[in-house]
Nanobody
Framework: QVQLVESGGGLVQPGGSLRLSCAASGRTFTTYTMGWFRQAPGKEREFVAGIGWSVGSIYVADSVKGRFTISRDNAKNTVYLQMNSLKPEDTAVYYC????????????????WGQGTQVTVSS
C-alpha cells in the first residue's frame, strides 16, 4: 500500500523559512515525479513544484520561483521543499504527490497524494 507522509509544517513569521519533507513508502518511486501542491482557505489547490527522476526535470510555479527549492533523495524515497522568504500568502495546507507520468503533476494530476501539512505565515 502506497503511503505519503508529510512533515515540517508549522507557524513561521514573514521572511522566515521552513523545510517540508515527504516520505513515500509502499513501492519504489525512483522513476516517478514527486511534487508539492498547496491549498489555501477558500481557494483551489495549486501546483507548487515538481521534480522528476532525472536532475534536469524540475518544475516550479512562478509564484514561488526564487524562494522555494524542491529536491529529492531517491535512496530514502523522500522529497523536500525548502521554503525561504515566506509570505503570508504562502499560508496553506501543503500536499505531497507522486506520479508516474513525467510532467503531469503540473496539471494537478497525480497517482498518489499525502494528507497534507499546515504552513502558517504570520507575525
Amino acid at each position: 500500500q502506497v503511503q505519503l507522509v508529510e512533515s515540517g509544517g508549522g507557524l513561521v513569521q514573514p521572511g522566515g523559512s521552513l523545510r517540508l519533507s515527504c516520505a513515500a513508502s509502499g513501492r519504489t518511486f525512483t522513476t516517478y515525479t514527486m511534487g508539492w501542491f498547496r491549498q489555501a482557505p477558500g481557494k483551489e489547490r495549486e501546483f507548487v513544484a515538481g521534480i522528476g527522476w532525472s536532475v534536469g526535470s524540475i518544475y516550479v510555479a512562478d509564484s514561488v520561483k526564487g524562494r522555494f527549492t524542491i529536491s529529492r533523495d531517491n535512496a530514502k524515497n523522500t522529497v523536500y521543499l525548502q521554503m525561504n522568504s515566506l509570505k503570508p500568502e504562502d499560508t496553506a495546507v501543503y500536499y505531497c504527490a507522486v506520479d508516474q507520468i513525467p510532467g503531469r503533476v503540473r496539471t494537478g494530476t497525480a497517482d498518489y497524494w499525502g494528507q497534507g501539512t499546515q504552513v502558517t505565515v504570520s507575525s
